[in-house]
């Protein structure tokens, strides 16, 4: 009995032996200042920790665990913990995220109105393209007398342009501008 407790209690110190901690400092990595507030996560255990204002940690971690750091505005970071006998020390540094920004096309001395417009114009495009029969064709002609689509075109035509025109007169001729043009007040 004496020897089973004698190896119980040497497989406790053996297994003792082979814990880890790991420690170190997160610095930015193109200013080498300390990250405070960076979490700390061993993968494996999902123990963590927050490092301190000078950017240093403390961890449970065993050999070959990974750890991630991670930092709103950074990169998340991944590294295995070396191998050491008792405390293994890390120094990790983080990228700041770049961000780009989504393509964009400048139309200089276009007004908003003008631009509107095209974008408008592209995406009814088809639409728009659509042209009246000739007599010289008169199957398709009288096609397009009978059909119910030739007409919602057309009249999808005829309203756009009445809209464009709307639109264009509603920024160019402001109540302000109409008012200081003309001299008249109100609806009158």
């Not at 000739?134 to 075109?153: D, H, L, M, Q, Y």
């Amino acid at each position: 009995m004496l020897r089973l407790i004698y190896l119980f209690c040497l497989l406790v110190l053996v297994a003792k032996a082979d814990a880890q901690s790991l420690q170190g400092y997160v610095v930015d990595g193109e200013s080498g200042l300390p990250l405070g507030s960076v979490t700390v996560v061993n993968v494996k255990t999902q123990k963590s920790t927050v490092t301190d204002i000078t950017g240093f940690f403390s961890l449970g971690a065993g050999y070959n665990d990974q750890v991630a750091f991670s930092l709103q505005g950074y990169k998340a970071v991944y590294k295995p913990v070396p191998f050491s006998r008792g405390q293994a020390e890390m120094r990790v540094e983080m990228q700041r995220l770049s961000f780009e920004l989504e393509e964009f096309v400048l139309r200089p001395g276009y007004s908003a109105y003008q631009i509107d417009s095209i974008e408008r114009k592209a995406v009814y495009s088809r639409a728009l393209s659509r042209h009246k029969s000739t007599v010289g064709s008169p199957v398709s002609f009288i096609a397009e007398k009978f059909s119910k689509r030739a007409k919602r075109i057309f009249r999808f035509q005829k309203n756009f342009n009445i809209w464009e025109d709307q639109k264009f007169i509603d920024t160019r001729y402001t109540p302000q501008l109409v008012q200081q043009l003309t001299g008249l007040q109100g609806d009158t």
